[in-house]
């Protein structure tokens, strides 16, 4: 039995400029952190000479290709693992909610695959199948970002280059300066699960309208960079409350006016800066509360479910390897 361990993620600028649409152009880039929030997959030897799976539903099917879920049966083929095997998926957080989920669980088979192959991948490997499968195989009009954070973990400053090589830079910080991030950061739930992809093909196809606009983000994702190497944690407030603005005129449905709401609630009560996580239209709004803020912000939008989080240094890890 294999048993693999695979973080989510939080951004903070740059989201879309790893689409191959900008990069291909000009480099992207986007600084994010994986989180204390993990994809679970387990691989064991099945005692039929089929292939069973249990994620929100059940399959047993004859072989690989006969697998239904998309991101399985990929990983499945990819791997060359073809019968006689049970994977098994659990989550921290649901599916839909911006934290990079899908990403995360595609990471997270590949590696539990290939180890119960007794193959070794290192995480530039295992970002760039789970890319291949995802963006090239399955069409996903979705970026690189999530598949590297989960690969790699920790808190980087991620570029997107246009020959489609992806270079990592951990975020070297003065001395506390990730704790003192960690304090003002607040993670709410919405309580809408969404999907992705349609909202990403709006903005894709607005593309040309929207240039210049994804070169602000990516200046952004710069601006987040610099700000953090130097310690200036309160400037980060700031450049999400203007990273917001721009990202919502990208495409109809990355907010409501219940997000709208909550996010104007919050700067009422402190708030300098936040985003929706993720693609947009629901999922998880992160806020940017000074010290001293917090419970004032969170007593205003009581309703909204906190996920209290911390930064996670390590990506995708096998934690359990059987006799």
Known sequence: MII??????????????????????????????????????????????????????????PRSRDVRHPILRACLLKVGIHRGVEITSMAD????????????????VLHALHAYKGE???????????????????????????????AYGGLQFTEFMPDGTVRIDPLICPAGT??????????VYTGVRRRAGPILRRARAKFHRNEAALDRLRALADEVRRELQAGR?????????????????????ITNPDIDRAYELGRRH???????????????????????????????????REIPFRFEPEGSKIIYVSK
């Open 4 to 61: 693999s361990r695979t973080p989510f993620r939080v951004s903070f600028a740059g989201g879309g400029t790893d689409l191959a649409a900008f990069y291909r152009k000009r480099p992207g880039a986007v600084v994010s952190t994986s989180i204390d929030k993990y994809m679970y997959v387990t691989v064991n030897r099945y005692f039929e000479d089929k292939i069973i799976l249990k994620y929100s539903r059940t399959e047993l099917v």
């Open 270 to 304: 402190g708030v300098t800066g936040g985003k929706i996580v993720g693609a947009g239209g629901g999922g998880f709004l992160l806020l940017f509360c000074p010290p001293g803020k917090r419970r004032g912000v969170l007593s205003a939008l009581r309703g909204w």
């Open 93 to 108: 957080v649901v599916g839909g909610t911006g934290l990079g989920s899908s990403s995360s669980f595609t990471v997270g």
């Open 120 to 150: 070794f991948m290192t995480a530039e490997e295992l970002a760039r199948e789970a890319c291949e499968i995802e963006i090239d195989r399955l069409k996903e009009p979705i970026g690189k970002q999530d598949q590297y954070i989960a």
């Open 178 to 187: 990730q704790d003192e991030l960690q304090k003002r950061l607040v993670l």
């Open 233 to 253: 944690v309160d400037e980060i407030g700031p450049i999400l409350a203007e990273g917001w603005e721009v990202k919502k005129g990208l495409a109809r449905g």
